[in-house]
């Protein structure tokens, strides 16, 4: 006996189940153009110093086109370890730095070294979440990070919308108070947690070997210095910093050139901000008065338009209260 004919689908039928696939196929297709845009773009590396890496993110606000891609962020190959420091601004830029490691040796990443607690510096850490590394951050870092992280997540989603994906805080697992050796076989890195400057959580990673510095945003160069924990304390370690010897001074965004005369216009720009904020607070001025008052002079900046109001505001709070 012959069994019936499957039923036949109708033309409505037929035409949504079409339409259906060319639609999963457009979604695939999407998912894996915004996998793979930071990963197979070109991520570029430098190497200033033997088995010392820097990728130089771009000079600007995170936003689509740049995917979080705005901060420095490098690794340092040892005999025994890889230690990353800093991850940059999105998944998708942690995964590129992940796979441009693996491009330079195979040696596991042991340890992922975040700088401070800014999201350009961190959101790529899940990316490595697969090497389990230690995760290593000042101090202050994690309650940083749990005071602010959902504030970044929902900020990050706003601005790289499914680009955000796979974004997430990832907290420290060891915290450093003081000073600290990392031990990558055959080379030490020192860690330093320093007094509040720009954040309350700035690390800085000093390679031995090389005397190569990743100085994180305690140093700036061509991006206007951001101001989010102690305008005096960044003038301070500003100062400290200048009076050290480092080879390769690996600043959290721009490009170092002689040192300490990088430092210069950073401390130029505290120092006079610190100046006009004082000079407004002795006059009355108001804090909206100073904040429409205060200008940048002097050298030229990026991003002065998104940081620089927001520095008068921290600075004013700070100031206020000193005498
Ligand atoms: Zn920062």
């Known amino acids: 006996m012959d069994r019936p004919p499957?039923?036949?689908?109708?033309?409505?039928?037929?035409?949504?189940?079409?339409?259906?696939?060319?639609?999963?196929?457009?979604?695939?297709?999407?998912?894996?153009?915004?996998?793979?845009?930071?990963?197979?773009?070109?991520?570029?590396?430098?190497?200033?110093?033997?088995?010392?890496?820097?990728?130089?993110?771009?000079?600007?606000?995170?936003?689509?086109?740049?995917?979080?891609?705005v901060a420095n962020v490098g690794f340092v190959v040892g005999a025994q370890c890889v230690a990353v420091i800093d991850t940059?601004?999105?998944?998708?830029?942690?995964?590129?730095?992940?796979?441009?490691?693996?491009?330079?040796?195979?040696v596991p990443v042991c340890f992922v070294i975040n700088t401070h607690m800014h999201p350009d510096?961190?959101?790529?850490?899940?990316?490595?979440?697969?090497?389990?590394?230690?995760?290593?951050?000042?101090?202050?870092?994690?309650?940083?990070?749990?005071?602010?992280?959902?504030?970044?997540v929902a900020a990050l989603q706003r601005t790289l919308g499914e680009r955000a994906?796979?974004?997430?805080?990832?907290?420290?697992?060891?915290?450093?108070?003081?000073?600290?050796?990392?031990?990558?076989?055959?080379?030490?890195?020192?860690?330093?947690?320093?007094?509040?400057?720009?954040?309350?959580?700035?690390l800085t990673v000093l390679d031995r070997a090389t005397g190569t510095m990743f100085i994180g945003d305690l140093a700036f160069v061509g991006h206007l210095p951001v101001v989010d924990g102690s305008l005096r304390g960044f003038i301070a370690v500003t100062d400290e910093l200048s009076s050290m010897a480092v080879a390769h001074p690996i600043p959290g965004h721009g490009r170092a050139g002689a040192w300490p005369a990088a430092l210069a216009p950073q401390a130029r720009y505290l120092r006079g901000l610190a100046a006009d904020v004082r000079a407004a607070i002795k006059s009355q001025r108001t804090l909206s008065q100073a904040v429409a008052d205060v200008a940048v002079t002097g050298d030229d900046w990026l991003l002065v338009d998104a940081f620089h109001k927001r520095n008068v505001t921290a600075a004013y709070a700070e100031l206020e209260w000193e005498e």
């Open 121 to 152: 510096h961190v959101f790529g850490n899940a990316a490595f979440a697969d090497d389990h590394p230690q995760f290593i951050g000042h101090a202050r870092l994690a309650d940083a990070l749990r005071r602010r992280g959902s504030n970044y």
């Open 165 to 202: 994906d796979g974004s997430r805080i990832v907290l420290p697992t060891r915290a450093v108070a003081a000073t600290e050796d990392l031990d990558l076989g055959g080379r030490v890195l020192e860690l330093r947690a320093w007094r509040t400057a720009h954040t309350d959580n700035d």
């Open 88 to 106: 940059g601004g999105s998944y998708a830029v942690g995964r590129a730095l992940r796979a441009s490691i693996r491009t330079v040796t195979g």
């Open 6 to 69: 499957p039923p036949r689908p109708s033309t409505s039928a037929r035409w949504l189940s079409a339409l259906a696939f060319a639609v999963s196929v457009a979604v695939i297709s999407i998912a894996a153009g915004a996998a793979a845009s930071a990963e197979t773009a070109a991520f570029s590396l430098e190497n200033p110093a033997p088995g010392v890496y820097v990728h130089y993110g771009q000079l600007a606000d995170v936003a689509l086109d740049n995917e979080g891609d």
